[in-house]
C-alpha cells in the first residue's frame, strides 16, 4: 500500500528521515503557474525551524533546492521535487539507542512491523518529515482562495488560557497575553524538570464553501481526521461543540436554519461528511513528546529491561513547530476537496476544465486498475501458498452478475460493462 503518498488530485510523495541525506517531495501533476517558493512557505518553514529554547535545539538551515518543475521562480506543470537537506543529524546521540526502544516513541511498533529499527532520530517517525508537508501544501494556496486557517492554543499541559480567539503575536498562538509569562515560566520550568508538555489546540477554518466532502468514503470530516493524524502527537479530534454533543440533547445541539442559512455551528461546519459553509471548527488532542531527559524504564531489543535517559536534542514542547504542519495538511486535505468538487459541478467549467475533470477521471481508472493489479497479485500469491486452484469459475461468474446488475442501475449499458470487467480481469492477470 503506498503509504508515504498523498492526494489523487495532485500525486503527492514524500520521502526522508530525520538523519538521511536529506528529505524530500515528489507532486506528480502539480498545478503550473504558481510561484514557487512563496513568501509564506519560507516563513511556515521558520515557524516550524526550532526557534525557542523550549524547542529541540538541532540547527537546520532548511534550506529548500529545487530538483525539477520550476522555471523562473513558477511551476510548469511537470512533476515538481524539492528537496530540503539535513546538514546538523548527529547519529552519535542515538548511539546509546541502537538496542533500546524509547518509551513511548514510535520505536518499539515499528521494530515489530518492520523488523529493523532506525535509531537514527527515530527515521521517518521523527517530526522532522512534515517539513516536506508544508512546501507540498505550499503549491495548493491558489486553489484555497481566500480560505483563512487559524491555530490556537487552548490548554498546554495543566495550564488554561483564560482567553479564546487568535494569536500569532507569539509562536504558541496563545491568545491570553495576561498568563503568556505564566505559560513561559510553566515551560521553562518543564524544561527543566527533563520532561514535556502537550496540550490542546483549537482549529479554525473560515470562508469554506459549502458542498466539499464526498460521502460516504471521503467525507470532509473523515478526511481532515485522517489528515491530522498522521501528524505525530496528535491524539484526539473533535469537531464543533466536541464532547457537549455527547451530553446535551438534540434539541440544544441542531444546528438550526433561518432564511436559508445556518445560524448555529454546534457541528463545526460539516454535517453528513460535507461543509455547511459555516466555519468548519475543532480541537485537536496533543500528547506531550516522548523524548525526555527524565530517566525511564524500559527494554532492549532482547526484551530485557533496561533505563533509558534521552539526551538527544528534543521540544519540550513542539506545539509551535507542529501549528505550520497542521496548518499545511489542513491546506492539502481542502484543496484535493475543492478539487473534487470541481470534477462533479459544472459551475464555470469550460471545455478545458471539463477535458481536465475527464483527464483526471481517465488517471483514477487507471490507477484503480494498477491497484487491482496489486491485489491479485498478492491472491495469486496467496492461493500458491494454500495449494488453492488458480482460477474460480463461480467467483467469476458472480463477479459478472454483479457488474450486470451495477451497470442497470447506473444506468450504463450493461453488456459494455460486461467487456469492461472481462478486459479488466485480463489486465489484472498481466
Ligand atoms: C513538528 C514535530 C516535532 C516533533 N518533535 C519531537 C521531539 O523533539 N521529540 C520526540 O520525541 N517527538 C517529537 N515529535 C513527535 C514524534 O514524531 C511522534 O511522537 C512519534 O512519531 C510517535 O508518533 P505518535 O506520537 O503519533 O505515536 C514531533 C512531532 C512533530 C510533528
Same mark, same amino acid.
Given at each position: 500500500m503506498p503509504s508515504n503518498s498523498i492526494s489523487q488530485i495532485f500525486g503527492i510523495s514524500t520521502f526522508g528521515e530525520s538523519h538521511g541525506h536529506a528529505l524530500g517531495v515528489l507532486i506528480d501533476s502539480p498545478l503550473p503557474n504558481? +510561484?514557487?517558493?512563496s513568501d509564506e512557505l519560507l516563513q511556515a518553514i521558520q515557524r516550524r525551524n526550532p526557534q525557542l529554547s523550549f524547542t529541540t535545539s538541532r540547527k537546520e538551515p532548511d534550506k529548500i533546492e529545487i530538483l525539477s518543475g520550476v522555471m523562473d521562480g513558477k511551476t510548469t506543470g511537470m512533476p515538481l521535487c524539492i528537496i530540503v537537506r539535513? #546538514?546538523?543529524?548527529?547519529t552519535v546521540d542515538y548511539e546509546a539507542f541502537k538496542d533500546v526502544f524509547r518509551p513511548g516513541h514510535a520505536d518499539f511498533s515499528w521494530f515489530q512491523k518492520?523488523?529493523? /529499527? +532506525?535509531y537514527r532520530g527515530g527515521g521517518? $517517525?521523527?517530526?522532522?518529515? #512534515?517539513i516536506t508537508r508544508l512546501i507540498a501544501a505550499d503549491h495548493v494556496r491558489a486553489v484555497l482562495g481566500n480560505i483563512k486557517i487559524q491555530v490556537m492554543t487552548k490548554s498546554i499541559g495543566s495550564l488554561s488560557a483564560q482567553k479564546e480567539g487568535y494569536s500569532s503575536k507569539n509562536p504558541f498562538h496563545w491568545p491570553d497575553p495576561e498568563s503568556y509569562p505564566d505559560l513561559l515560566n510553566y515551560l521553562q520550568n518543564a524544561k527543566l524538570s527533563q520532561d514535556s508538555l502537550g496540550g490542546i489546540l483549537r482549529v479554525k477554518v473560515s470562508n469554506v464553501p459549502p458542498g466539499l466532502g464526498d460521502p460516504i468514503y471521503e467525507k470532509l470530516s473523515a478526511n481532515i481526521a485522517k489528515a491530522m493524524f498522521s501528524i505525530g502527537t496528535v491524539r484526539g479530534i473533535n469537531f464543533g461543540d466536541g464532547l457537549r454533543l455527547a451530553r446535551d440533547p438534540g434539541s440544544l445541539v441542531n444546528d438550526i436554519y433561518k432564511d436559508a442559512k445556518l445560524t448555529t455551528n454546534y457541528h463545526g461546519g460539516i454535517l453528513g461528511g460535507v461543509s455547511t459553509g459555516a466555519d468548519i471548527e475543532f480541537d485537536l488532542v496533543i500528547r506531550p513528546v516522548s523524548s525526555i531527559g527524565k530517566e525511564q524504564e524500559s527494554i532492549n531489543k532482547s526484551g530485557n529491561p533496561c533505563k533509558v535517559k534521552i539526551s538527544g536534542r /528534543?521540544?519540550?514542547? /513542539?506545539i509551535p513547530r507542529l501549528i505550520p504542519v497542521i496548518e499545511a495538511m489542513l491546506s492539502l486535505c481542502l484543496a484535493d476537496a475543492i478539487q473534487y468538487q470541481k470534477l462533479i $459541478?459544472?459551475? /464555470?467549467?469550460d471545455l478545458s476544465g471539463f477535458r481536465e475533470s475527464l483527464d483526471k477521471l481517465d488517471e483514477e481508472l487507471l490507477l484503480l486498475l494498477w491497484r487491482r493489479r496489486k491485489i491479485v497479485s498478492q491472491v495469486k500469491l496467496y492461493k500458491e501458498h494454500n495449494a488453492l486452484p488458480p482460477k474460480d469459475i463461480e467467483r467469476d461468474k458472480e463477479i459478472f452478475n454483479r457488474t450486470k446488475l451495477i451497470a442497470q442501475e447506473l444506468d450504463l449499458d450493461p453488456e459494455l460493462c460486461s467487456q469492461i470487467i472481462d478486459l479488466t480481469l485480463k489486465i489484472s492477470d498481466k
Open positions: 504558481i +510561484d514557487f517558493p539535513n #546538514t546538523d543529524a548527529r518492520y523488523g529493523i /529499527h +532506525d521517518r $517517525s521523527s517530526g522532522r518529515e #512534515t /528534543h521540544d519540550s514542547c /513542539h $459541478s459544472s459551475e /464555470h467549467q
